[in-house]
C-alpha cells in the first residue's frame, strides 16, 4: 500500500542551526502538508502547498519555516534557525484532493533542539 | 473555525473490553478522520468517515454529520490497541486543513 515516507525519524540540533525535514509523498497526490505536535498536546497545522506554491499557512508558520518541492517526489520543510520550542515531532501528510480528501500521514520525524 | 471535542481524555481498559470514543463537532463536517497515535509517536489513519458507519477488523466507526458527532468502536480491546486516538475535521470557510482534537488516551492492560 503507498506510504507518505519521512527522514529523518529522529534529529538532534543545537538551537540556532537548520533543519531540513524531508518527505516522500504518495506519489499521485497533488496536496501536501506539514502538521507539527509539540509533546503532550494536540496535532497543529503548518503549511499546506499545491501546484508548487502555499497555499495556506497558519501563524506558527513564520519567516523561520520554507517548504520546497524540490523535484517531482520530495516535499522538505525547512527551519533556518531553529529555537528550543521547534523541539516537536512533525508530520509530512499528502492528499489526491484537497478540501475532502482523506488526509495520508508519514509516520513524523521527531525534532530535538538542545 | 471549527471546535473538535473528544470525550473521554482518558480511558482505561481490561484486555478483552469493549469502549466507545465520541467525537463531537461545533459545526458540520464534510471529511472527518480518525487516527491512532502509538507509544512511539507515529500516526496511523484508522477511517476517513464523512458519514455513515466503517468497519475495519476489530474497530468501526459511525459519523452522524447532521448532528456533528462521530463514534470509534473498538471490540475485543489489545494491549497493542493502546495508544493515543484523534479525531480531526476540517475547518471552514474554504480552508484546507484539518483541525485535530486533543485525543483519548486509551491504556489497555493485560
Redesign the interface.
Known sequence: EPEVTQTPSHQVTQMGQEVILRCVPISNHLYFYWYRQILGQKVEFLVSFYNNEISEKSEIFDDQFSVERPDGSNFTLKIRSTKLEDSAMYFCASRLKGYTGELFFGEGSRLTVL | GIQVEQSPPDLILQEGANSTLRCNFSDSV??L?W?HQNPW???I?LF?I?SGTKQNGRLSATTVATERYSLLYISSSQTTDSGVY?C?G?TQG??????????TKLTVNP
Open positions: 464534510n471529511n478522520q487516527f509517536g507515529q500516526l489513519n476517513y464523512p484523534f480531526a476540517p474554504g480552508s484546507e486543513k484539518l483541525v485535530f482534537g486533543k485525543g
